[in-house]
């Protein structure tokens, strides 16, 4: 048999399930715009904002690696 390691630890997946709620978060801030389709402040800089930062997060948790090589 193969010493097989999983890709991924348990820090990861939370660090990805922290970046899926600020994702979530981002396209709020778009949909709770006060403004008229949205060409407000929240929607138009915000929650844009807020959504790729979530994104931005997501690659660090996915590249984030645990290991002392």
Do not use: R, W
Not at 35 to 51: E, K, N, R, S
Request: aromatic fraction near 16%; charge should be positive; charged fraction near 10%.
């Amino acid at each position: 048999m193969s010493n097989q390691s999983f890709p991924f630890t348990k820090k990861n997946y939370i660090l990805m399930l922290i970046g899926m709620a600020i994702i979530i978060i981002g396209f709020a801030i778009i949909g709770l715009d006060p403004q008229q389709h949205g060409f407000g402040f929240m929607g138009l800089t915000l929650g844009p904002i807020v959504t790729l930062s979530g994104f931005v997060f997501e690659f660090y948790a996915i590249f984030h690696n645990p290991k002392n090589k």
